[in-house]
């Protein structure tokens, strides 16, 4: 059954680079890609100066980005992205890219920000303390936008975390890279990593792992699960994912199913795509294969998806099962019917996503 216990994404802005190519950091010296194979929304850059009256009380989503295969993946899925445009046109976006110019590597050392891509959104006063140098990371809230998977940041998960920040109140944003007195342990984990603080995300597990006398708290079992990921291994069969899965299949706790199979979900469906570019094999595995694969563990996923991740995780994983029709058997098809009947449940039918889940699932009939 799915439940209502917060996401996990604890360790979604970083934990994928453990399953794929380890990203530069943001400072590397890598030649820059051109304007036109970037993510393009109308980003502001430098100078950092006033904007226009009119702007003023729109809140500032700011994009750090490097020459990696992270951010260049997000900005050729994004590209022609019409609903994350629009999700997008209520905020005023700004480009951080701190290997080309002294003061972005300024303002993205005082956001504390060391990896890319990270996507952060700000009231606007407080980008004009930053970009001042009247302010760092540790005095300013901000709301991290998250992948909604364990994996990457997929243009539908961003799409729905710009729609919730949008209407957020600053109140429930995080200040000053702190974790409040009884806070959800998974919750704050994901808020640290998503917004570029590994250190204090680091010292928040080290902390909760001395103060936690059971070896099957929560603090012990994000720490085995993220261990498990750092010991990754492939043997290049898409049957085994090695120590990632022999952990989520030794665990109980749905929060840690749901960020575990949702990140192998994404891996395999960016191994289906390598294979499909190739137009052969990734690591000797077809790409019907890899798909099959993605399909396979987005079922398990769903099965501890949390409420608030349901209809945009539930979209996305109807996309994934309807991208190769003629693979589908009755079953996995009575499955997307199930997830549309959800969406439609919590969503309606007027809703954009839930409309498009719809157009999915009709020609899978």
Wanted: charged share 25%; aromatic share 6%; glycine share 8%.
């Amino acid at each position: 059954m799915r439940t209502t216990l917060p996401l996990l994404l604890a360790l979604a802005a970083g934990l994928w680079t453990f399953l794929e190519p380890t990203p530069s950091r943001v400072r590397a010296t890598a030649p820059l890609a051109t304007l036109e194979d970037r993510w393009d929304l109308g980003w502001a850059r430098g100078p950092w100066g006033r904007s226009p009256a009119d702007e003023l009380a729109r809140r500032v989503l700011v994009y750090v980005r490097a020459d990696n295969d992270p951010c260049l993946a997000l900005e050729h899925a994004a590209s022609g992205d019409a609903p994350l445009r629009l999700a997008a046109a209520s905020f005023t976006p700004v480009c951080l890219e701190p290997e080309a110019r002294d003061d972005d590597a300024r303002i993205t050392e005082a956001l504390g920000v060391h990896t890319a891509p990270r996507l952060l959104v700000m009231e606007h006063a407080s980008w004009e303390r930053l970009v001042r140098g009247a302010a760092t990371a540790a005095d300013l809230a901000m709301r991290p936008v998250r992948a909604i998977t364990g994996g990457h940041l997929e243009p539908l998960g961003v799409t729905w975390e710009l729609e919730q920040a949008s209407a957020e109140p600053v109140s429930s944003w995080l200040l000053g890279r702190g974790v409040p007195t009884g806070a959800d342990p998974v919750t704050a984990m994901e808020s640290l990593e998503a917004a570029g603080a590994l250190s204090e995300a680091e010292a928040f597990l080290t902390e909760g792992l001395a103060d936690e006398r059971s070896p099957n708290g929560i603090f012990h079992r994000m720490a085995r699960l993220r261990a498990a990921i750092g010991e990754h291994t492939v043997s290049g069969a898409a049957d085994s994912e090695g120590t990632i899965e022999a952990a989520l299949l030794r665990e109980s706790d749905p929060r840690l199913l749901f960020r575990g199979w949702s990140l192998l979900a994404s891996v395999f469906e960016r191994r289906a795509q390598a294979a499909t570019v190739a137009q052969g094999t990734y690591r000797g595995v077809d790409a019907r294969r890899w798909e099959r694969r993605a399909r396979e563990t987005s079922r398990l996923a769903w099965i501890d998806c949390p409420d608030e991740a349901a209809v945009p995780f539930g979209a996305l994983l109807i996309e994934r099962y309807g991208a190769r029709p003629a693979d589908l058997d009755s079953l996995d098809r009575a499955f997307c019917q199930a997830v549309l009947r959800t969406l439609r449940s919590i969503a309606g039918h007027d809703h954009p996503r839930v409309q498009r889940a719809m157009e999915v699932v009709d020609g899978l009939r």
